[in-house]
């Protein structure tokens, strides 16, 4: 068990006493809720740990996270933090790789029979990611046979400014103590987010930030913003900022590198932003950090890109180049070791990554290493370094934020001093005049938007960054001396005048390599951006806009869509506003033709089909590539499985009205091959799940009937194909072949198994969905004597059932009522 350190021991009993009801108090209907805010690095997910030991020693603790590299890592540090009892994770990770040693699962009847099997009174952890959150909710339903699971004693919500913002998304129902109960929420986050949603009069003040200018206004109902105690809490402790931090020595002190570039030939390349333009900036980025390493003694860096192409291709040639260049060669005669992440790695691969980039040379000798990233370390993820590389810096202010905080980290008094280093490739070196940049100059030229992108995302994050841009940092007395800073001889005098003490070392917060630009030049230009409002909004909306076309390929973004990400940005109604501007000509042409480089279409019925389109393919890059959606799936609000069922009906019309053409049926096999098959979808919806298994590692021919993966059969499946394989087509059998499957040797002995009511049903609704698939998606023609034929050999008595299930309506779960609804039953 690990101790607190001393900076940590006041925010944990803060927010123990903000989640401790009174002597004598009941908890409140919406239990008890408090915020702890804290700088990146500071040890949040310790602290809670702390606190969750303490507010439930003996109790249930619910612990929620964004991603699943976070999810790993929050395990081990509750551990360290000594959290005892059993501990479960409700992720997508296959049961056969659970999460660094505990049990996994996506199944809410499986996690209610392991809370259920624990009883009161005994220390229970579960940890989960957000998008695990159904399955929690199911759990709290309970049914089949398993009972509802008890109200958490505490419930920790780490990043909680993911799920600000509107009401109406998935992740919102953390918040609802109706979906999630619970005695106790903690939210934490380094980031917090606030809408701008009228204040109520006589509203009070509190320990958060001012929303931001431009930021997007919602109804207060709908809003879920960080300012409102109603639904995060109030603030415990914000005590630990990223300016008293490093003042304690816990952040290190940072300096912006401007990487300036000035070759005219290369700025004129980057304008038609071809992909031989792309090749050479990087290949000048990475001569121009090497000699930054040098100059700056840096050893460690991360460099973040927005393409997994880039970050492969920045790592993979950087050693070479080194080897090949004599003048590289000189500054680094051992080589530079360079990997490269992206967020398609394993989780085993990325830490084995990692940890290679943590270690010295043989012997302890430092060694100069880049680690080329692409969306991988980002929220909370641990990993320190010298500085880091904002090769591409487009995305939120939080990712920025985030990004800029895996260099702040730094063991408590080390007295590091952390780079943040943005490439600028100009024309010409500037001249170092302010009024070059209030006559526009640093303004216009796109090759500043990266520089200035990334002190913006510091002045949310240090409020008197641009203001004190050209002002020297001072180094705390209290911090040992740093030998990267200048010659302490040039510092004579004290602050106050005084001739006695040690000196204090001053330091330039903002530097360029190469260039002439002065800090106060890049100050004026920042608040240049700032102090725009209206421009600054619309800005706010194309870069959204840019995102997802970057994302998706397209601006076919659904009308209540938000921003994937942190920003939650409310692009489809951004994006709504433009259309109606284009058609009532008040649209600027300048702005219109931006919005056309990126694929804008201006109809709303194409838009439409875009829209449906571009959600369905992101539901299938989320669900291992298919689209053998059930027709009740969404997708971020979009029905994508009403438009799936839609499209194989238009695709078996081979002529006239609503036939689907072929750009879009093209459209459709670039995302799945299979998504309109000529048999049965659940039959390819089950071979997509086993498919699923063996890709994860795992086998078919050894699972034994019954055995259930995703809530599937698999089993019992696998056996029936190889049954009845003579049955099936050649395409089919095929495809079992790539899983291993062939034609028995010898017929396979049926084995008896009990059904269930629940097994019933499920077979039932099978049946009940293969034929509304077969009847403009509803049921609601079917007549008692009706059957309906299962790929597995099947025949239900779908007319039958359907009477029966009628007669058992009062016995049902929500869950198969709301499948039934939307198949169009008749009740």
């Known amino acids: 068990m690990t101790g607190l350190r001393d900076y940590q021991v006041e925010p944990v009993n803060d927010v123990v006493r903000f989640l401790t009801a009174r002597p004598g108090e009941d908890f409140p209907a919406n239990g008890l809720r408090a915020q702890l805010i804290a700088a990146c690095g500071t040890g949040k997910t310790f602290m809670s740990a702390h606190a969750g030991i303490r507010l439930a020693r003996k109790g249930a603790v619910l612990v929620l996270v964004p991603t699943l590299d976070l999810l790993g890592q929050t395990i081990e540090t509750w551990r360290a933090a000594g959290r005892g009892g059993a501990m479960y994770t409700v992720c997508s990770l296959a049961d056969h790789e659970p999460a660094v040693g505990v049990l996994c699962t996506t199944s809410a009847a499986r996690l209610g029979f392991w809370l259920d099997r624990a009883g009161p009174g005994v220390p229970v952890t579960v940890f989960g990611t957000y998008a695990s959150l159904p399955t929690v ?325 240090d409020s008197d960054l641009v203001e004190g841009l050209a002002v020297p940092q001072r180094r705390s007395r209290t911090q040992q001396p740093d030998p990267w800073l200048q010659d302490e001889e040039q510092a004579q005098q004290q602050p106050d005048g005084g001739g006695t003490g040690p000196a204090l070392v001053l330091r330039a917060v903002l530097k360029f390599a190469g260039g002439k630009h002065t800090a106060a030049e890049v100050a004026a230009a920042v608040q240049l951006r700032v102090l725009s409002p209206e421009a600054q909004s619309w800005l706010r909306g194309y870069s959204a806009a840019r995102r997802w076309h970057q994302a998706f390929g397209s601006l076919a973004v659904p009308t209540h869509a938000t921003e994937p990400g942190p920003s939650d940005y409310p692009l489809g109604r951004f994006i709504a506003d433009q259309r109606a501007a284009y058609a009532n000509g008040t649209l600027l042409p300048s702005r219109q033709e931006r919005l056309e480089d990126l694929g804008m279409v201006w109809s709303a019925h194409d838009a439409a089909w875009q829209a449906n389109l571009t959600a369905a393919r992101a539901w299938a890059h989320a669900n291992g590539g298919h689209l053998s959606a059930p027709v009740t799936t969404t997708w971020d609000g979009t029905p994508i499985g009403r438009f799936l069922a839609d499209m194989r009906t238009a695709a078996a019309r081979t002529t006239g009205p609503g036939a689907l053409t072929d750009a879009r049926r093209k459209a459709l096999d670039e995302i799945d091959p299979w998504w309109c098959p000529p048999w049965p979808l659940a039959w390819q919806r089950t071979f997509r799940t086993a498919q699923a298994h063996v890709h994860n590692g795992g086998t078919l021919t050894a699972l034994p009937t019954g055995h259930l993966i995703a809530g599937e059969d698999i089993g019992t499946w696998t056996r029936t194909q190889q049954t009845r394989w003579n049955q099936l087509g050649e395409e089919q059998q095929e495809l079992l072949a790539q899983l291993g499957l062939t034609a028995p040797t010898q017929p396979t002995p049926a084995q008896p198994t009990s059904r269930s009511q629940a097994q019933r049903f499920t077979t039932g609704l099978a049946a009940a969905t293969t034929w509304a698939q077969q009847h403009d998606g509803t049921i609601a023609a079917v007549k008692r004597n009706d059957t309906q034929d299962l790929d597995d050999g099947t025949t239900v008595k779908l007319g039958v059932w359907i009477m029966n299930t009628r007669s058992r309506r009062a016995k049902l779960t929500p869950e198969q009522l709301a499948a039934l609804d939307a198949l169009g039953m008749r009740w």
């Open 137 to 461: 909710i199911g759990a709290h339903v309970g049914g089949l046979g398993i009972p509802a699971i008890r109200p958490w004693d505490a419930l920790v919500v780490d990043e909680a400014h993911r799920t600000s913002g509107s009401g109406m998304k998935a992740w919102a129902a953390v918040h609802d103590n109706t979906q999630v109960p619970a005695l106790r929420r903690l939210y934490m986050t380094a980031t917090p987010r606030c809408w701008n949603i009228p204040e109520p009069d006589g509203a009070g003040t509190n320990a958060l930030p001012p929303r931001e200018p431009g930021a997007e206004s919602l109804p207060r109902g709908l809003a879920m913003s960080m300012d409102d105690p109603k639904v995060f809490g109030p603030v415990a402790n914000s005590t630990l900022t990223l300016a008293r931090c490093q003042e304690l020595g816990i952040l290190a002190r940072y300096q912006i590198i401007a990487l300036e570039i000035a070759d005219p030939v290369l700025h004129t390349m980057l304008e038609s932003e071809d992909e031989s333009a792309r090749e050479a900036r990087l290949a000048a980025v990475q001569i121009a950090l090497l000699k930054a390493m040098r100059d700056e003694s840096m050893n460690k860096v991360i460099s973040f890109h927005n393409r997994i192409a880039d970050a492969e291709v920045f790592a993979s040639t950087l050693p070479r180049r080194v080897a090949t260049d004599d003048d590289l060669t000189a500054m680094f005669p051992d080589g530079v070791w360079a990997r490269w992440l992206s967020g398609e790695h394993t989780a085993r691969h990325r830490r084995t990554v990692l940890d290679d980039f943590d270690s010295p040379r043989p012997g302890g000798t430092p060694r100069p290493a880049v680690l080329a990233n692409c969306r991988v370390l980002g929220e909370g993820v641990d990993g320190r370094s010298d500085a880091v590389l904002m090769n591409d810096p487009k995305g939120s202010v939080v990712d920025l934020v985030q990004a800029i905080g895996r260099a702040l980290r730094q063991q408590p008094g080390q007295g590091k001093t952390a780079s943040i280093i943005v490439p600028v490739i100009v024309r010409k070196p500037g001249t170092g005049t302010v009024e070059d940049a209030a006559g526009g100059d640093m303004v216009s030229d796109p090759a500043f938007a990266p520089l200035l992108t990334v002190l913006q995302g510091l002045r949310a994050h």
